[in-house]
């Protein structure tokens, strides 16, 4: 025993402290830190660090690590960059639930890339931003490079919204047209190879269209302004790798009102049409292969329509606009795309516009009554390519709601009211596609479970009985785990386990695959590695193993070699577990 306690002490000085990044490329790199609570304004040292992000950035280093606070800045990264976040204050022990670092963006968006991004990783940060001004929490639209984007929390995002019309009378160029808002992204990425993992995106809403103005361009002669569209909300638009993202509360905007329109000539002078409302959207995976794993996506909103202007005497109403399309996944490439373990719950598109009025002014009525918009479409999981490969296996989609069209204005005949929408579990939009739907549960969907798809090997239609536990309110109710029934998505898939639970008292799914979403286990950092019962010389050994790259653990052993749980294994987790078979000291890594 003495021997392998001598070996793997003599491992440890050579080894030292040195973390073992999973940026291979960082080992020899700079290293630069960043804590706002600093005296200021450093110079860029674990002992002396910066105090803003911005001054780290120009240093450009290969890695920035940012200490819990609140940053109120926007970062541009770079080529390369390794950009981590929730360190402790001080000790720099890191864990970004304990220790958010929120990044507050100033500008349109919070973090933000162009170009070729080389290796990039972003993780641990909190993001969010200023209302009405930062509609992206990460925006890597239209790059390229290998990006990793993990572990981050996107919250609280509203797009800047249309501006309503002006109310003009006589300059021809008046604009009384009210503006369509703009779209919000918690998370847009392109690039070569891209992983998108384990971030948590919520309360992400698209701009409303601004209402109609009025022109008056005679007397007694005025035009009403069009209603501005409503602008499209995303949690994540991205593609390649997006695994274990929890997406929720992302609404699209309503349409602008039309404005009404007057006329006591005979001329002209209509009202406005109403503005269409936003398209909402969970996850969308764009070009190329994408692989959706275990990902949570729930209540997403599509906007109203926006409703029509009336029209008074001889001006004729408008139509409403139409409301948005909602998806909780939407795959719009010809792939192959892969979901699988995936949850998709609450999806609602709000109204279509009601149609304007036909209004007397000093007579009878003279027009018809405008139709009103039509409601909008919902789509748990929403197949978009006319052509490709799309294999959906394993997930659960349930409760999707059809809009009510808008109701039809009054007049001398009224108006059509505008059609409902539609509500489907699995949409597929062209049946050229190849689609492989297997293991999979939809369950109460407005108008039906499938379109353009049938039910395949072990799908199922019941209530998945979804119960709350320690993370969220999807886990699957389990006699096993205290609950009075099973759910019947317990077992009811194929063999794909991995170590993860859909049980409330966090046992791993066991036997036969769990359908739907996964939650994490809660680590425990104990050192036992080889799940002895016991901390030995060989749960040492194992880990200073990983920590030279020689073995590659389980999430089980990782787990438990982590001492420190900051997600590196490191010499510093071996020599205390090594400490704790000494007895010299419980599993705790001093060696940051």
Not at 434 to 445: D, E, K, Q, R, V
Request: hydrophobic letters at 35%; proline letters at 4%.
């Amino acid at each position: 025993m003495r021997s392998e306690y001598i070996s793997i002490m003599i491992g440890l000085l050579f080894l030292g402290a040195t973390v073992i990044s999973p940026v291979a490329a960082v080992a020899d790199r700079e290293v630069l830190y960043v804590d706002v609570s600093g005296v200021g304004p450093g110079d860029g040292s674990m002992e002396d660090p910066f105090v803003s992000i911005g001054q780290a950035l120009l240093m450009t280093p290969a890695e920035i690590r940012i200490a819990e606070g609140s940053y109120g800045e926007s970062v541009v990264v770079y080529p390369d960059l390794i950009l981590r976040g929730g360190y402790a204050s001080g000790s720099w022990f890191r864990d970004p639930v304990e220790h958010p670092t929120i990044i507050t963006g100033q500008g349109e968006a919070a973090v933000s890339g162009s170009g070729d991004l080389g290796e990039l990783e972003i993780t641990g940060l909190s993001i969010t931003g200023i209302p009405g001004i930062t509609r992206y929490g990460i925006n890597l639209d239209s790059v390229s490079g290998t990006i990793l984007i993990g572990r981050n929390l996107i919250f609280d995002l509203q797009a800047p919204s249309g501006i309503d019309g002006e109310d003009c009378s006589s300059t021809p160029e008046c604009d009384f047209h009210g503006s369509s808002g703009m779209a919000a992204f918690g998370i847009i990425c392109s690039g070569t190879n891209v992983i998108i993992a384990e971030n948590t995106v919520h309360h992400i809403y698209g701009g409303s269209g601004g209402n109609g103005g009025q022109w008056d361009y005679a007397a007694g002669h005025t035009d009403g302004g069009d209603g501005g569209h409503g602008a499209a909300a995303f949690g994540i638009y991205g593609k390649g790798s997006l695994s274990c993202n929890i997406v929720y509360a992302v609404f699209s905007g309503n349409g602008g009102h039309g404005a009404g329109g007057f006329d006591d000539t005979g001329y002209g002078g209509d009202g406005g049409l109403g503005g269409t409302g936003g398209w909402a959207t969970g996850i969308y995976a764009g070009t190329g292969e994408n692989h959706l794993f275990s990902n949570l996506v729930f209540d997403i909103t599509a906007g109203a329509g926006g409703n029509g202007g009336s029209g008074t005497w001889w001006a004729s109403p408008a139509d409403g606009g139409d409301a948005g399309f909602c998806a909780g996944v939407m795959l719009s490439s010809v792939g192959p795309n892969f979901a699988l373990l995936t949850t998709v719950d609450s999806l609602n598109v709000l109204d279509g516009g009601d149609g304007g009025h036909s209004i007397p002014y000093s007579g009878p009525v003279l027009n018809p009554g405008a139709d009103g918009g039509d409601g909008g479409e919902c789509r748990g999981i929403y197949l978009a390519s006319t052509v490709g490969q799309a294999i959906i296996n394993h997930n659960v989609v349930t409760n999707t709601t059809v809009a009510p069209g808008g109701t039809g204005g009054s007049g001398t005949t009224p108006g059509a009211d505008g059609a409902d929408g539609t509500a489907y579990g699995l949409y597929e939009y062209s049946i050229s596609r190849t689609i492989l739907s297997t293991y999979n549960c939809l369950w109460n969907h407005g108008t039906g479970n499938y379109y353009n798809v049938s039910a395949g090997t072990g799908d199922i239609s019941q209530d998945p009985v979804y119960v709350t536990g320690d993370f969220g309110d999807y886990y699957l109710s389990q006699i096993a785990a205290g609950q009075a029934t099973d759910s019947p998505c317990v077992d009811a898939g194929g063999h794909i386990l991995f170590y993860a639970t859909t049980r409330t008292d966090n046992f791993p799914d066991e036997d036969l695959e769990d359908l739907g979403y996964h939650y994490p286990i809660p680590c425990i950092n104990h050192g036992d590695v080889n799940g002895s019962g016991d901390i030995t010389a060989e749960d040492a050994q194992i880990t200073f193993a990983i920590a030279l790259g020689s073995y590659t653990p389980t999430t089980e052993e990782a787990c438990a070699a982590d001492c420190n749980g900051d997600d590196n294994i490191t010499a510093g987790d071996a020599q205390a577990t090594f400490f704790a078979v000494m007895g010299a000291g419980e599993c705790v890594n001093a060696l940051i």
